[in-house]
């Protein structure tokens, strides 16, 4: 889990977790992105709190959300590794039903939930691999786009990416695709990754059976002058770059063994 300036939600995702962890060998590690509004104080009264299961690495400024990630992704011990955004909360018995839909099929490499707003509202976590034409329409339609879902029913199902709040993968998968791009400083690494998970022949699936409340925080759609906004428009010019499209998805899907079945769901 990041954390950045999180003082309204941390401890409710921390609480969260840990009434999910209750009773298990579980870690938890937080990277600190520098927070100046209190988040230290409440991550240090709850690591004395929970020694031996949270663990807190402090940094002095913010690094983006890929070397920041690597640095606890590279301590993890578990057989399974949750990806989470601090302003997340997990509702009782979420893990279990993505560890048991995980062993259920080996062929898929990373798992996440349904997620909510917290009025309720179905979130557009999961899409089609971004064009600029597709980043466009998210940036001034996304809750159109939004309210338009019928949620698919709750069959889960693959698809080209779903967003980093709130990932579940093997850890053997983590070993084989390796960590986050670090290049990318925001965003979208959360797309990059999923890329390179079908890359490396695993499926990037999405349970609509299972929720989790998501206090998005839009940075970067909240200032599109901020530097969180000039940082995912770069990140997305090296995304295109590095996977040599921009336009059209149509040659970056042969080079897959499975194709698309996101195309029509989120059109």
Known sequence: MLSWNSARHIESCIRSLLQE???????????????????????????????????????????????????????????????????????????????????????????????????GQLQMSADVFPTVARKLRRLFLLRTMERRLDGGGSRPRTVDYVISAFWVLRRDVLTTVGLLDEKIFYSPEDVDYCLRVWQAGYKVMYDPAVHAIHCAQEISRRSPLSFAAVSHAAGLLYF????????????????????????????
């Open 21 to 119: 962890g209750a009773g298990h060998n579980d870690e938890m590690w937080v990277v600190d992105n520098g927070s100046t509004d209190g988040t230290v104080a409440i991550l240090e009264r709850l690591a004395r709190e929970h020694a031996g299961v949270l663990n807190v690495i402090y940094l002095s400024r913010n690094v983006g959300t890929t070397v920041s990630r690597n640095m606890a992704l590279s301590q993890v011990r578990g057989a399974y590794v949750a990806i989470i955004d601090s302003d997340v909360v997990v509702p009782p018995g979420t893990f279990a039903s993505l560890i048991a839909r995980l062993d259920a099929d080996s062929s898929c490499g990373l798992l996440a939930p349904k997620l909510l707003y917290p009025s």
């Open 240 to 267: 295109f770059r590095k996977h040599g499209y921009a336009f059209s998805t149509r040659r970056l899907y042969r080079r897959f063994k499975y194709s698309s079945s996101t195309a029509e769901r989120f059109a």
